[in-house]
C-alpha cells in the first residue's frame, strides 16, 4: 500500500491524515492545537506539524498541506519571520481595507481585477496596516508568503511557491488570469515584495528530507472541496471557526457588492465563497450563555419550537465579514418574560448561526440541488435538525471526516500520480435530512438584521476607529 498525508493548518489546530493513495482510506490520525489569538508567530504551526505528523508523516510516500486562507507571514531578506502573522480573523485592518478599496478604483474595480473585494480578512489589508501602523517592520519586508507556503517551504520546497486557490484569497491575484498584481501588493505595503511562484495543481514542488513528494498545497476552502469532491450543482456549507459556503464553478466570480469571494480552486476552476466570521464560537459562547455545554445546547434549543416563540439572535459577536460590519455585536431581540427560557436562547442562537450561512448560501446564486453540511458544527444534533427548515432543502451530512486535511491528502497522491487530474477516489457516504420550511424564521432574522446594521457595525469617523487587541 501507497500512502500519502494531507495536514490541515487551521486557525486552532493541525491535524494530519494518512491515506492510501489509491483509494483515500484513512489508516492514521494526529493532532496538535495551536496558540489562541489572531496573530501567531508561525513557528508554533511547525511545531504542531512537527507534533502532529509524528510517526505518519515518515510512511508517505507525498505530503500536501492546506492552510487556513490569507494569513501574512512577511519575511525579512534573510528569511526570517518579521513579526507574528496576522490572521484572517484579525479585523484591525477593516479600515486598510476600506482605504485600499477606495484608493484603488472602487468595489468594481476589484471585483473585475481580482475576482473579490477585499475585507479585513485579506492579506492585502494585512500589508496596509503595517505600512500604517508599524512601518519599520513593513520596511524590512522583503518576502510575503501564506501560512502554507511558509510551512510548505519549511518541509523541503526548492523555492517560495504556493497554488492559485490560496494565491487567490490575498487580494493582490488577479484570480481570473492566474497571475500576481505586484503594484497592488506594492500599493498596500510601500514598495514590492516578493511573492512566491504559483505552480499548477498536481505539481510536484519539492521533496522532503525523509524523500517524500510535496504537493504545491492550498487553502483550508479549497482543500476541503477537493476532499469532498465537489462538482458543479452542489454547495458547501461548513460550520467551524468561520462559518463558509461555497461551490465549485467553471467561470470566475465577480461582485462588486463584495459579498461573494471570487476564489480559485485547487483544481484549474473557480470557487466561489461567501464567509461568516461568526459560526462555532457563537453557539459555545451560547451555550456558556446559558449555563451548559455544547451538548447541552443542542438538548435545550431541540426542547424549544422552531422560531423559539419569538426570540431572534443577530451572531455578530465578533464583529462580521459578510455583511461587511467588521465592528458588528451580537444582538438577542425579542425576550419577553414569557419567552426568555435557557430553551428559547439555545434555539434562537442555533437558527441565528444558520439563518447567517442559508443568506450565504443563497448570495452564491445559481441553482444549489445539494447542500452538503460539513465542519464540527454538523456534529450537533440539533443543527442538523433544524437546519432543512432554514435551508428550506433537504441537507446531506458527510460522515465525520477531516475534509481540509483529506483534500490536501488527495491533492499529494494527485502529484505522486503526475496525471493530469486528481485521482478518483470515492466520495463520502452521507446522511440526508430533511424538514419543513420555516421562511418566518429567516423573514425576522432578516428583519433584526437589517434594522440593526445602520449602527451595529458600521466603520467610525477616522479619528473614533479603535484597534481590537490580538
Not at 476552476?269 to 461568516?276: A, G, I, M, N, Y
Request: charged fraction near 15%.
Amino acid at each position: 500500500m501507497t500512502l500519502v498525508a494531507g495536514i490541515d493548518s487551521s486557525t486552532q489546530s493541525t491535524k494530519v491524515v494518512l491515506c492510501d493513495a489509491e483509494d483515500g482510506t484513512v489508516v492514521g490520525t494526529g493532532g496538535a492545537p495551536h496558540p489562541p489569538g489572531t496573530e501567531v508567530d508561525p513557528q508554533a504551526w511547525w511545531d504542531a506539524l512537527q507534533r502532529a505528523g509524528s510517526g505518519l508523516l515518515d510512511q508517505a510516500a507525498a505530503i500536501a498541506i492546506a492552510g487556513q486562507q490569507h494569513g501574512s507571514v512577511v519575511l525579512d531578506g534573510d528569511g526570517q519571520v518579521i513579526r507574528p502573522a496576522l490572521l484572517w480573523n484579525d479585523l484591525r485592518s477593516a479600515a486598510a481595507a476600506a482605504d485600499l478599496v477606495a484608493e484603488l478604483g472602487g468595489p468594481g474595480w476589484w471585483a473585475e481585477v481580482t475576482g473579490s473585494v477585499p475585507t479585513a480578512s485579506f492579506t492585502v489589508t494585512k500589508l496596509r496596516w503595517m505600512a500604517e501602523h508599524e512601518p519599520a517592520n513593513a520596511a524590512r519586508v522583503a518576502r510575503v508568503l501564506l501560512p502554507h507556503d511558509w510551512l510548505t517551504l519549511k518541509l523541503g520546497a526548492a523555492e517560495p511557491v504556493t497554488d492559485r486557490g490560496d494565491a487567490s484569497g490575498t487580494g493582490y491575484f488577479a484570480t481570473a488570469k492566474s497571475q500576481w498584481l505586484p503594484e497592488v501588493a506594492a500599493a498596500a505595503l510601500g514598495h514590492e515584495p516578493a511573492l512566491p511562484r504559483v505552480a499548477a495543481p498536481g505539481e510536484v514542488v519539492g521533496q522532503t528530507s525523509g524523500g517524500a513528494l510535496l504537493g504545491p498545497g492550498t487553502g483550508d476552502n479549497m482543500a476541503a472541496a477537493l476532499g469532498l469532491g465537489l462538482e458543479p450543482g452542489e454547495v458547501a456549507v461548513s460550520i467551524g471557526t468561520s462559518g463558509t459556503a461555497f461551490a465549485v464553478a467553471a467561470e470566475p466570480a465577480a461582485d462588486p457588492s463584495g459579498a461573494v469571494a471570487g476564489f480559485a480552486d485547487a483544481t484549474g476552476r473557480f470557487l466561489p465563497l461567501v464567509c461568516t466570521v461568526n459560526a462555532g464560537l457563537v453557539l459555545s459562547a451560547a451555550a456558556a450563555m446559558t449555563g451548559t455545554d455544547l451538548a447541552g445546547l443542542d438538548a435545550r434549543a431541540l426542547a424549544a419550537a422552531s422560531g423559539a416563540a419569538g426570540v431572534t439572535l443577530l451572531p455578530y459577536f465578533d464583529g462580521e465579514r459578510t455583511p461587511n460590519l467588521p465592528l458588528a455585536t451580537g444582538v438577542i431581540s425579542g425576550l419577553t418574560t414569557a419567552n426568555g427560557t435557557a430553551e428559547n436562547i439555545a434555539r434562537a442562537a442555533i437558527e441565528g448561526v444558520l439563518c447567517s450561512l442559508a443568506e450565504a448560501v443563497a448570495r452564491l446564486g445559481g441553482e444549489q440541488g445539494r447542500v452538503l453540511l460539513i465542519g464540527g458544527g454538523a456534529r450537533s444534533p440539533a443543527v442538523r435538525e433544524i437546519a432543512p427548515g432554514i435551508f428550506g432543502n433537504d441537507v446531506e451530512v458527510p460522515a465525520p471526516e477531516e475534509y481540509v486535511a483529506l483534500g490536501a491528502a488527495r491533492q499529494a497522491a494527485w502529484a505522486l500520480a503526475g496525471t493530469l487530474q486528481p485521482p478518483a477516489w470515492p466520495r463520502p457516504l452521507s446522511l440526508r435530512h430533511s424538514g419543513a420550511p420555516q421562511p418566518e424564521v429567516r423573514e425576522r432574522y432578516a428583519a433584526l438584521r437589517a434594522g440593526t446594521s445602520s449602527w451595529a457595525g458600521g466603520l467610525p469617523p477616522p479619528d473614533q476607529r479603535k484597534e481590537p487587541r490580538s
